[in-house]
């Protein structure tokens, strides 16, 4: 038996070009001798779809696609995520995270998930019902168990045990031969590996082979990495698909390796890898062809241009600099060498003139008070309505360039720096976004080594140094990971050897700052817990812990 | 028998201040004779206490509150809604949304939840375990049944039949002569009708008083309006408590009226007090004292600086108005006359002088483009950055104006008008806005009138009207109704006489706005569907229907 697997990448609602994607893959997988095709988790749909479905007529529009799809299908079977009703007077959610198995012109079986995370950046009981059993599908002398995503995520890969149900072990109990997985499983560091020892758990517990077929492409703050897998009967990888790229394979599922077929990439190569794919599906599935940016000779904005240009092309990638009084001239030098290294655009335009304009304008009514913060976020958010100027006038999406650590303690200006349609690199600490410029540069100077290795400067106000305002970055990072992504209190970090004072300080920036981020742009999600969806702070509260 | 109903306003993760809060209504209640003292869902915690939970000492520290306040409690006992753990080996959710029945220093009994909403704003099953069963309470001689908020939601006021338990039937057949409700039930336009009709409804079928006892306050988007309720066992409201503000009431529940007692406020008059509650609750909680907005001599400023006077006080109100070269000199009067009016501050700067700085500054780069939109948005942003530098310098939180007609169709400017760190009528569709101004104005002028009847402009351009870009309001709010709070597709709005090419458009311009929107502050929601946490759109989606 031959097994396709079409690793795809959906569009949101656009059930139109999701079933030429779809057929496709499924034609391609035929030619490479496919007896049986297998696509992503809601793959007719895009994931996530959210309250899209509530929309009146998007699951009838969901379910004519899925029979326009089915007619196309002859005698090799197509497996294919939709949405479907439930049933409208039966107690429940109105809708069901489906799979239909099409054959023969017709759908012959229907699977609901069983398993619906409503965890983290997941709320599938805000839409779907479960479904109440697995059973095996026979099919050409084999019994087949199909799942999706999280039906198979077995409650030691999960923070507790969340579910009462083991689909899994039900198909198991049934007799299978085969387990097939679809899902939409989103990506952050260290994801990849961790489905790599899950899935080959579940088949060496099971002793089938596992056929594992993800998502690929990013819709929002989500980037979805494929990486679909294949085991064999004894757990073993014997296939793994390529990441962030969409593609179509065939294999023997009850072929057996010795070795697992190898991962193959660094954390600084995949982090890159989702960030570039993450940025281009968002401008191009919003339908922009450019983008322009505001290079300040930092390193934010240097890795953020750099991604942009891998992902769009260097003819669609426009830098600004707008030096003020206060800006070094190196900084404008190094912008203009990461233009030349990236063969981007970039234009300069000071801003001291308009700067010195807009405090007049305010002169009367601050008339004695002295300068303060209030001018340095002044500048940030002139910045920011010059790079949205060039964004209205030449129909630019504008990217922002802020990193996460910034962003956890407040150290940005909204309106300002954090202008955006798209925050590229809000979910890497500045530690990571120091280890994947030395990453790209690897081989030769991309970003320039003097962006590097001069210390971070907002350069707002003369001499400014990040440091004159936050830890040491090593020393935030850590705080930070354990606070937001561990979500540990002040005591039990200052337990682990942190400066108790700094802590505090983390502490309450973090929590002063949630109304900044509530207006941040959407973010790319690349760490077990981002600002963003994943993570649903109210403002106002007065918790300390 | 005598209850005592505290209908607080509890702060979120403040346990110290929500355990005074708590102290205080239960004193209150007991000088006025009461038997047993009622609060409101999770009115130790502040309701939604959202991802807080998740923090690793937050439920601890919730426990320590609630056995602190059991210790203060003697013979009359006390009903207060806290948040447990669930049993940390056992499948599902890691807490309980409960409530304890304090009494004689101890928790006599917990209660669990049992219908735990996961639709609109809710997010319960993200959180919380249900209880498995409903037991009534023996107290006094009496059977009590205990339920929290969703509970006795019954399927004919939600959406669909979502739950396959009936807490109220189960405690029924089990036998109680009195039903208890704990909620935080959030404000919209027609919930304190609904909730009438739905507890007279309960009381009827199940032959027993109710007492239900709601939140007041409000909690980031979320209004809570009091207007708890008592019904006799005929079904009639013998109580009800005052909405938007904190009130403690004892009652006897085996009273019985022939006639409910009324509910006693008009639409427009329950939009304004929930919309100063929600500004008073955001700014105070935040910890401001006092807020800033533009006044540009329109409705929308008018109403925002009307609603923060009567929120914070008239001292603690900044207006600022900022002509162009396109302002009529009747919006800067306008404003004035508003401000005196109403007792505030009004500053007025000229933003000529910046803007052409501006405009010079980005000359090089726009040489031989024509002006277009970019400078009408220039102009927005212009006065969204003196606004926040006014807000920075003096410490005001700022409000930002627009309305939610204007919101839908992205008739704002982002990081322009759309600056502030609470949107406090961006619920409000413009019909609406009107539709409260004339009712604020009904004894005497306080919004302007020429403010009110003269054509709506953003006055961006020489001679703009609203509706040179937009329908009439009459017509864009009709349409906005069935699309957004309704989720009708084009084509069923069509169908009931709207016509075709407009409907198009608005759908278009709906969907096309949904990443400004992802970047809007705060809301107060007062309609059945807000844009905020309640609707969760995608931003990159192609669907159209």
Known sequence: M?????????????FPSNVKRILAAYRE??????DLVVTPELSLVGYPPRDLVFKSQFVSKCLQALDYLAGEIREVPLLVGYVDHHHPSHPGKPFRNAVAWLEQGNIQHRIWKTLLPTYDVFDERRYFEPGDSSVPISWNGHRIGVTICEDIWTEDYLQRPFYDRDPVEELTAKGIDLLLNLSASPFHLGKPLLRRAMIGGIGRKAKV????CNSVGANDQLVFDGHSLVTGSNGRITTQLPGFVESCSVIDPFRVVENDAPLGSCDAEQLY?????????YVTKCGFSSVCLGLSGGIDSALTATIAAAALGPANVCGLTMPSPYSSRGSVDDSFALAENLGIRCDEVPIRNAFEAIKATLQPVFEGKPEDVTEENMQAR????ILMALSNKENHLLLTTGNKSELAVGYCTIYG??????AVISDLPKVRVYEIS?????????IPWNTINKPPSAELRPDQKDQDTLPPYEILDGILELYVENQLAADEIISRGFDESTVRWVQRRVDLNEWKRHQAAPGLRVTSK????????????RFVG
Request: charged share 20%; proline share 3%.
């Open 530 to 541: 981002a600002f963003g969806i994943g993570r649903r702070m109210p403002i106002v509260q």
């Open 438 to 446: 030395r990453w790209i540069n690897r081989e030769r100077e991309i």
């Open 273 to 281: 890898h989702a960030l570039v794919l993450g940025v281009r599906d």
């Open 29 to 34: 997988c035929l030619d490479a001798g496919a």
């Open 209 to 212: 082979p596992v056929i594992y």
């Open 382 to 385: 002139l910045r920011g309505l």
């Open 2 to 14: 031959q097994i396709g697997i079409a690793q795809i990448n959906s569009v949101i609602g656009d």
């Open 417 to 422: 720096d954090m202008c955006g349609g798209l």
